[in-house]
Nanobody, 119 residues
Framework: QVQLLESGGGLVQAGGSLRLSCAASGSPFIINTINTMGWYRQAPGKQRELVATIMSGGRTNYADSVKGRFNISTDNAKTTVYLQMNSHKPEDTAVYYC??????????WGQGTQVTVSS
């Protein structure tokens, strides 16, 4: 009942910046019960890992590897989540997935967007 549409991935130089967006659409009865939105990434040969999350009350959590470089935020309606990525490193290269969790236990994933950092 919820679809997450990602955008903003692409090629970026090391040290550069990129912003990812993910918009949730579907049943307002679910969208209005957002618990947590976040971003995960999976590099080739690696396990999927948490990048950052933001709870409905605004509390955020970041992986140690991106602290101080990435920033997660939402729009006022809390239906779109952003990931501002600064000071890119080659090891940031991965497929980035947005995730939304709602009260009641429902969990949705975006299709993934490729971020490639060139050195």
């Amino acid at each position: 009942q919820v679809q997450l549409l990602e955008s903003g991935g692409g090629l970026v130089q090391a040290g550069g910046s990129l912003r990812l967006s993910c918009a949730a659409s579907g049943s307002p009865f679910i969208i209005n019960t957002i618990n947590t939105m976040g971003w995960y990434r999976q590099a080739p040969g690696k396990q999927r890992e948490l990048v950052a999350t933001i709870m409905s009350g605004g509390r955020t959590n970041y992986a140690d590897s991106v602290k101080g470089r990435f920033n997660i935020s939402t729009d006022n309606a809390k239906t779109t989540v952003y990931l501002q990525m600064n000071s890119h490193k080659p090891e940031d290269t991965a497929v980035y997935y947005c995730n939304a969790r709602y009260y009641g236990g429902s969990n949705y994933w975006g299709q993934g967007t490729q971020v490639t950092v060139s050195s």
